[in-house]
C-alpha cells in the first residue's frame, strides 16, 4: 500500500459537489474580485477565530508582508523571529528593507524559544533598539510561547505579528488573573497572519490567506494597503499593493471552515495512534526515532484547550534521517523534511553575513526531522504501514 504525505483528494470527495455548486455561482455572478463571497468569509473567520476583524488577502506570505507594511516596518528596522520557519517569514521581513534578529528555537516544541530571546536582545543592543516587531512562528499547528512574547514584547514596546500560517484554530494558554484562558492562533498579538495553501490545515484550491486583528484604525490600515492604499479608488493615500482575496477561493474556504474541528480532531486522533504504534515498536526507547511532544497537552487536559495542537504536520527527529527517508520513498511512504536548511543559512543571505550566525537547535531540526502524513482522511491500517515501514529500516540498524 503507499501512502501519500497529503491526499488532497480524500478531503475533496465529499465536499465536491458543494464546491461546485458555489464555485459556478461566482463564475456566473461575474463578481470575480473582492465582493460579498470575500466579506462572507471574513466574518466567519473572525467569528472562529474570537477577533474584531479578519482581511482576506491573496497568499500567507502577503499577510505578512501587508501586516508589517501596517506596522510601519521599513528600512533599517529589526524584526525578532525564527531562524527555522518557512522561508516567507524572514522574506516578508527583507522585502521592506528590514532585518530579522534571529531566535534559536525550543528543540521540542521547535518554535522561538522566550528564554533566548532574551539572551539575543541583551547581546545586541545595536539591533534592540532598532526592534520596531516581533515575529513568531506557530510552526507545524502549536502555538509558540505568547505569554512570554507577550511580556517582552510590551517590555520592547512592539507589536507581535503573529506567523499563524500552519496554526488556524490552534489555542494558546494565557494566564488571566492566576485563570487559564485559551486563545486561538493569530489572536493574541497585534496582528495573526493565515495562509490558506491547499496544504494548510485550511487549504484552498490555489492561494489565499488572511489577516486577523482587535485593532480597528489596523484594519482599516490593512484594507486600504490592500487596495494599493487607495481610499476612494484612484485616490492613493499610501502605497499598498494588490494584495486581495479572490471570490472562488473564498466560497471554498466558507465550505470548509466548518468542518475544521473535526479535521483538528481527526489529526490528534491520527497522532494519538502513531504514539501508540511507535511506542510498541520500542524505537523511540531505543533512541532511533523522538515523537512530538504537545507542549500544552497537561494544561489542555484540565479542560478547554482541545485545540492545543491542530498538527499540520507530524515531525519526527529520526536517527539517520536521510538514509531513513530515501528508504519511506523506496516503499511507497511520503514523508518531507521541513526544513532542510535554516533561514541564516539560505544562500540568498549570503551577503549579510547570516551563514556566519549559529544557531544550534534549529541547525540540529534542519538536520533530524521528518514529517510523516497526518491528514484527517488517513486510515488507521496507513498509520501502520508507515510505522511498520521505519521499524524494518531500523530492524539491523
Ligand atoms: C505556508 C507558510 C507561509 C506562506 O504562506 P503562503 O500562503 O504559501 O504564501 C508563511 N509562513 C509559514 C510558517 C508557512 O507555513
Known amino acids: 500500500m503507499t501512502v501519500p504525505l497529503l491526499d488532497l483528494k480524500a478531503q475533496l470527495a465529499p465536499l465536491r459537489d458543494e464546491i461546485m455548486t458555489a464555485v459556478t455561482e461566482v463564475i456566473d455572478s461575474t463578481t470575480y474580485i473582492m465582493g460579498p463571497k470575500v466579506e462572507v468569509l471574513e466574518r466567519q473567520v473572525a467569528e472562529y477565530c474570537g477577533v474584531r476583524h479578519a482581511i482576506g488577502v491573496s497568499s500567507g506570505t502577503d499577510a505578512l508582508l501587508l501586516a508589517l507594511m501596517a506596522v510601519d516596518v521599513g528600512p533599517g528596522?529589526?524584526?525578532?523571529t525564527t531562524p527555522y520557519t518557512f522561508f516567507a517569514t524572514m522574506g516578508s521581513i527583507l522585502r521592506l528593507g528590514a532585518r530579522p534578529l534571529f531566535v534559536d528555537i525550543d528543540p521540542v516544541s521547535y518554535n522561538m524559544d522566550p528564554r533566548q530571546a532574551e539572551v539575543v536582545l541583551t547581546a545586541n543592543p545595536e539591533a534592540a533598539a532598532k526592534l520596531k516587531a516581533i515575529m513568531p512562528v506557530h510552526l507545524y499547528g502549536q502555538c509558540a510561547d505568547m505569554a512570554a512574547l507577550a511580556q517582552l514584547a510590551a517590555r520592547y514596546g512592539v507589536p507581535v505579528i503573529e506567523d499563524a500560517a500552519q496554526a488556524i484554530g490552534?489555542?494558546?494558554?494565557?494566564?488571566e488573573k492566576g485563570k487559564t484562558v485559551w486563545q486561538r492562533a493569530g489572536s493574541m498579538g497585534t496582528a495573526g497572519c493565515f495562509s490558506f495553501f491547499p496544504s494548510k490545515n485550511l487549504g484552498g484550491i490555489g492561494d489565499g490567506g488572511m489577516i486577523v486583528t482587535n485593532d480597528s484604525a489596523l484594519a482599516e490600515k490593512m484594507r486600504i494597503l490592500r487596495v494599493h492604499g487607495s481610499a476612494p479608488k484612484y485616490y492613493h493615500r499610501l502605497i499598498g499593493g494588490n494584495f486581495r482575496l479572490d471570490p472562488i477561493q473564498a466560497v471554498v474556504l466558507g465550505i470548509k471552515l466548518p468542518h475544521l474541528p473535526a479535521w483538528h480532531q481527526a489529526r490528534r486522533d491520527n497522532a494519538a495512534r502513531y504514539q501508540r504504534l511507535f511506542t510498541e515498536t520500542g524505537l523511540p526507547a531505543r533512541?532511533?526515532?523522538?515523537?512530538?511532544?504537545?507542549?500544552?497537552?497537561?494544561?489542555a487536559h484540565q479542560g478547554g484547550g482541545a485545540d492545543h495542537h491542530i498538527y499540520n504536520q507530524f515531525v519526527i527527529r529520526a536517527r539517520n534521517r536521510d538514509g531513513l527517508i530515501k528508504h519511506l520513498h523506496g516503499s511507497g511512504i511520503g514523508a518531507e523534511i521541513y526544513y532542510p536548511v535554516p533561514l541564516h543559512q539560505q544562500e540568498c543571505v549570503a551577503h549579510l553575513g547570516y551563514h556566519r550566525l549559529s544557531f544550534p537547535e534549529a541547525e540540529r531540526a534542519a538536520r533530524e526531522t521528518l514529517a510523516l502524513p497526518i491528514y484527517p482522511e488517513l486510515t488507521g491500517a496507513m498509520q501502520q504501514e508507515v510505522v511498520a515501514a521505519i521499524?524494518?529500516?531500523?530492524?539491523?540498524r
Open 77 to 80: 528596522d529589526v524584526v525578532l
Open 287 to 299: 533512541g532511533a526515532v523522538t515523537l512530538p511532544r504537545a507542549v500544552y497537552a497537561a494544561a
Open 391 to 396: 521499524a524494518a529500516y531500523y530492524r539491523d
Open 170 to 175: 490552534a489555542v494558546c494558554p494565557l494566564d
